[in-house]
C-alpha cells in the first residue's frame, strides 16, 4: 500500500504514499534545524539529517572496482592531510577548519556531523566531514557487493 502512487510531479515523477509519508519526519527535522542550528541542540537536528543523507549516498553510489576505491580514498587522504595540516603554513589558518565553522558568517556547514566536548571545561565540538565517513563506507559498500556476487562468506 505504500507504492501507492498518489500523483505525478512535474520535475520529479511518480510520489508515492511513502514519500508522503517520509515527508512529514523530514520537514520536520529540517525545520527543527532552521530554528535551532544556532542553539545547543541544533548538531542533533544536523546530525541526523546528515546520516539519512549519508545513507542515500551508500544506497545511490557504487564503485566499479577496487582500483576505483583505491585511488578515491587515496586521493582523498592526501586531501585531507593538506587542507586541514599543511594549509595552515600557507594560508595562517586551516582552510578546511575554517570553511567548517562558516568563515566568519557565522553558519557551519551543514556537511559534516557535529558532536560537543564532553568536557563541560573544554567547550567547543568534534567534526567529522562526511567525506570521511562516505569514501570509506563506499568501499566497504564494494566489498560487500563483490562477497555477495561471488558468494563469499561474510562471518564464519
Not at 582552510?95 to 565553522?101: G, P
Not at 557565522?106 to 571545561?121: A, F, H, Q, T, W
Request: with cysteine.
Amino acid at each position: 500500500a505504500t507504492r501507492a502512487r498518489v500523483c505525478t510531479l512535474p520535475e520529479v515523477g511518480d510520489v508515492v504514499v511513502a514519500d508522503v509519508i517520509g515527508l512529514v519526519p523530514a520537514s520536520i527535522l529540517v525545520v527543527g534545524w532552521i530554528v535551532y542550528r544556532h542553539s545547543s541542540v541544533g548538531w542533533v537536528f544536523q546530525d541526523i539529517i546528515g546520516a539519512g543523507f549519508l545513507c542515500m549516498m551508500q544506497r545511490t553510489l557504487r564503485l566499479p572496482n577496487l582500483k576505483v576505491s583505491t585511488l578515491l580514498l587515496s586521493a582523498m587522504f592526501f586531501f585531507d592531510i593538506f587542507w586541514v595540516f599543511l594549509s595552515p603554513l600557507i594560508f595562517k589558518k586551516s582552510v578546511m577548519i575554517e570553511v567548517a565553522k562558516g568563515a566568519g558568517t557565522g553558519e557551519k556547514v551543514p556537511m559534516l556531523m557535529r558532536i560537543p566536548n564532553s568536557d563541560p571545561l573544554g567547550g567547543g565540538e568534534h567534526m567529522l566531514g562526511f567525506g570521511d565517513i562516505a569514501l570509506p563506507g563506499l568501499l566497504i559498500s564494494y566489498l560487500l557487493r563483490y562477497d555477495v556476487v561471488f558468494k563469499k562468506d561474510r562471518c564464519r
